[in-house]
């Protein structure tokens, strides 16, 4: 597992967008806080859950959020072409 350290690290070196001195507080507390937001929103709204009251939408909501990122780490590395890439060969 990494450390806080190294995120920061890696955050702060191979990025080309600047964000002044909040950069890498944005960067590290912003997938931070989706994590959070994605682990918080798959709970049930209550305790005691039963097949009428279940929440579909957390299903559906997880599947968007799932699909889209193993899509990203499967062929986004071939196949994503950076708009700064776009740029060069214009």
Do not use: H
């Given at each position: ?17 600047v964000l002044g001195r909040w950069?890498?507080i944005t960067k590290v507390v ?39 990122a193993l899509y990203c780490f ?17």
């Amino acid at each position: 597992m990494c450390s806080l350290e190294a995120i920061v690290r890696r955050a702060s070196a191979a990025s080309t967008l600047v964000l002044g001195r909040w950069g890498v507080i944005t960067k590290v507390v912003g997938p931070l806080f989706e994590v959070f937001v994605t682990i918080v929103n798959s709970f049930p709204l209550t305790a005691a859950v039963t097949a009428k009251g279940t929440n579909r939408g957390i299903a559906m909501f997880d599947g968007t959020v799932i699909l889209p990122a193993l899509y990203c780490f499967v062929r986004g590395p071939t196949a994503y072409v950076g708009p700064v890439a776009r740029v060069k060969q214009a």
